[in-house]
């Protein structure tokens, strides 16, 4: 008698638009980790970084000039005061997360370098940890995010391979990867981050909270098209590292 055809649900991409200098990112990464933490399906969620320069011109930062909170009063227009008011409330908020914001460290700069790694870090399996050091490193520790030997050091302490991550810092691998996620950003209308891309199908903007995040993921999941198994009869096949002969 041949069995009924059924339904099979594989699992679900998120993917998250972000940089390595943006706090609002790094808040954002809390409240996701919060939300997946309550999500059912969690062990089938498949977690992509995806690269997305808040300034591509930045100098390195060795050339970053002034304090942070100058750099943001610049930026805006509101000058030092105002902006380490901003910065304050920031860490603040920063601090319901578990996170502990150093903006008088932060030094800022070219992130495009930390991106390639991220991508290497993927095809790695590394990549949720080499983003989780490198924003500690860059809001808590003060990393200068465009130098060589500190993304070396950062990427090996989460368990990359030395050699091939100065390869890779060395020789511009993964330069194409980067500018096909600010590509894919600029195509989906992304101008600001984080931005989360849930089963490629909903968009969430900003760092949402927690509660938000997993309401995503719950109507993302429940309204996914399952595949359906056809029968077919007995026909011959392979599973795992045995084949019917």
């Known amino acids: 008698m041949t069995a009924p055809a059924r339904p099979v649900v594989h699992g679900m991409k998120v993917e998250i638009w972000s940089d390595v200098v943006c706090p609002w990112c790094y808040i954002g990464k809390r409240r996701f980790e919060a939300a997946l933490a309550r999500f059912a399906h969690a062990a089938e969620v498949e977690l992509v970084w995806r690269s997305f320069e808040l300034d591509p011109g930045a100098p390195p930062s060795s050339e970053v000039q ?67 050091r490198l924003d500690r490193a860059t809001f808590t520790e003060g990393l200068a995010v465009s130098d060589h030997e500190a993304l070396t050091a950062l990427a090996v302490e989460v368990g990359l391979d030395e050699a091939e991550v100065r390869a890779v810092l060395a020789d511009g691998t993964h330069a194409e990867a980067v500018r096909a996620d600010e590509a894919q950003a600029a195509a989906y209308g992304i101008s600001g981050v984080p931005f989360f891309v849930v089963d490629g199908k909903y968009g969430v903007n900003g760092a949402q ?4 995040l997993l309401q995503v993921l ?8 399952p595949l359906t198994l056809v029968p077919a009869g007995d026909a011959p096949g392979c599973e795992g590292d045995a084949c019917a002969v």
């Open 209 to 212: 909270p927690a509660e938000q």
């Open 66 to 132: 002034g304090t942070y909170a100058e750099r943001l009063g610049r930026k805006y227009g509101v000058g030092t005061a105002q902006a380490q008011r901003m910065l304050d409330q920031m860490t603040m908020t920063a601090a319901t997360e578990g996170l502990d914001f150093r903006f008088d460290l932060a030094t800022g700069g070219s992130t495009f370098d930390a991106h390639r790694l991220l991508h290497h870090a993927l095809a790695r399996g590394r990549q949720d940890a080499l983003k989780e």
């Open 218 to 225: 719950e109507t993302a999941w429940g309204e996914r098209a």
